[in-house]
DNA sequence: CGCTTCCATTACCAAAGTTCATTCTCGCGG
DNA sequence: CCGCGAGAATGAACTTTGGTAATGGAAGCG
């Protein structure tokens, strides 16, 4: 296009890199693989035909053009920055208004969101509360994390996300007494425990039991929580024992607060899914976050693909 | 790459419709289509989800949102793009140093350099006198603009520039005098004449009646002149009658300050080449020296492959 | 002196950007 | 009021760019 200048990805990695004094870092912090801003400083020594880097071993030094050049861009560059974040940030495409069940939100959204932030800086997330049976009748929230089944919102683009795998937990001294004293051989002798139940999902037991081979149990569920929160709370307390979503009690088996005896890779068709109207579709910043979701969940461990159709209307 | 600026082409492609008031006249400026104008600025405003141009026929006038933007950028674009042109004008890579012979330069190529340093600002043209038998030892030039053929220099890498169509040439009056008279009936009638000829190429009469259909003339030649410019003024001074390279004489003619009888194609194996030694076959600035020498080239009604194979060792 | 850390390089792939050719739209003059 | 013409949009193909993943090589560090 007959420009003088090189391209903004390039300069960017220039600017960066000589900033961070590493093509490593400066990748990380553009979310690029490193091989990426080797080349575009690579394209841009080459556009103006003369070396702007000098690559010592774990460190960078600029050669004087390179010098020269940052000083003379870098600061056009960030103007340039901000008065695109400054327009991006009064568009209403770039806001992304989300509901989510308090406990996933504050167990396994919240922490990972930094990393969204991260990487789309120009998205901003605003929640709302949580309503059951969320309706997309009013003008918020765009989309809403919600527990269920593939085929619970017919009328919704759903995605599944996480949480189909479960997992029994208990308290560590628990587990300790019953393997002890041999009384948990098989799944069924949980049955002889104190159940705990989410008041919002009681059958969950029942599955559970169903999935790990005990197919005709009648569980007799003990008492019920009406949040996640509570129910960890419960079982930390040693009150009994609670089934639980795995990416829900996986930092806290991980920390050793609660131990999980017959950790089977057990699956339900419930979990946690990502649901929007289908009028929402092209909504930029959903689709943006909807992507990050399902990589981010596809990273944790607990990850199950309930059916190959999940994501419907695309 | 995780960033909040638009691509540098459609910052520029905005810049320049703003400024100008008009896609196509942008387009122009860059070097484009307007197509690429408009989709670049339709890119832009996907980018920002809100538009930025109002596009009344006749007349572009800003958004709110694009006057601030415009402002907020014009300025930092503009020092990203003037410093990228300092770096590139202390590159050696971007300078061509050319030879040229004379005449060919300042009738045909001098008036068209405009042209290229509009599409390739950042080429820095150095011309240096025209030596015969350029041997390219010395450091300059890097090409040369030749006359001969294509085996003429066999060690070096050459492309047919134009000037293989002759064309007799005279003083309107005399043109106007002979055909009343009707003594040109055919080109063997030239021969009566005073052939005026470059001494540099004492043969062109010959080759010229050749080519014409009198295939055994022996031409008597007048006067010799060393100059193709000089040539020209003999035959405004009706001296005589010469044969020269159309691209050389085209706008004398249709100035109608001299007159060419017997307008037939004649080509001939000789012409200008663009000479350049394959050691400089990657030097990036004659590469696209010699792309737009010969595209211009080819607009010239006067163009004739001499043969396919014309450009050797690409 | 191996080991780690960082950059370069290779092969490959997806997406961005351009072009050409055509279509659409609007304001203007007949 | 209609048709015309300038200028922008659009569709389809193509080229270039920018990126990933994986591998290789050299320089410091322990």
């Known amino acids: 296009m007959r420009l003088r200048s090189p391209s903004m990805s390039e300069l960017h990695a220039f600017a960066t890199a000589a900033r961070l004094g590493s093509f490593t870092r400066a990748a990380e912090e553009l979310c690029v693989t490193q091989g990426a801003i080797s080349r575009a ?35 056009p560059l960030a103007a340039i920055e901000s008065a695109s974040a400054a327009l991006l940030a009064g568009d209403r495409q770039h806001h992304l208004t989300l509901s989510a069940l308090p406990t996933l939100a504050s167990v396994w959204l919240v922490p990972r969101l930094p990393d969204f932030h991260r990487r789309h800086p120009d998205i901003r997330l605003d929640f709302v ?38 997992v029994p937990v208990c308290h560590p001294e628990r587990a300790r007494l019953r393997h002890q004293a041999g009384q948990w051989q098989t799944p069924a002798d949980l049955l002889q425990e104190p159940l705990l139940f989410h008041t919002g999902a009681p059958a969950n037991w029942q599955h559970w039991f169903h999935a790990a081979g005990v197919p005709n149990a009648a569980p007799t569920l003990a008492t019920g929580f009406d949040q996640v929160s509570i129910l960890v709370q419960a079982v930390k307390a040693d009150i009994g024992i609670a089934v639980l979503q795995r990416c829900l009690v996986r930092d806290e088996i991980a920390a050793g607060r609660v131990v999980a005896p017959f950790d089977l890779p057990i699956r339900l068709t419930r979990g946690y899914f990502l649901c929007a109207p289908r009028e929402r579709r092209d909504h930029p910043a959903l689709n943006r976050f909807r992507q990050w979701l399902l990589e981010t969940a596809a990273q944790d461990p607990d990850v199950a693909r309930i059916r190959d159709n999940d994501s419907r209307d695309r």
Chains 1, 2 share one sequence.
Do not use: K
């Open 41 to 75: 400083i690579a394209r841009l020594e080459a556009h103006f035909g003369q070396p702007l880097v000098q690559r010592n071993a774990h460190r960078l030094v600029l050669t004087a053009a390179g010098r020269g050049f940052l000083e003379a861009v870098a600061g």
């Open 129 to 166: 509360p949580y309503r059951r049976d969320e309706d997309f009748s009013g003008p918020a929230p765009d989309a809403a994390l919600l527990a269920g089944t593939a085929a619970s919102w017919p009328n919704l683009q759903v995605d599944y996300v996480i949480g189909s795998e479960m």
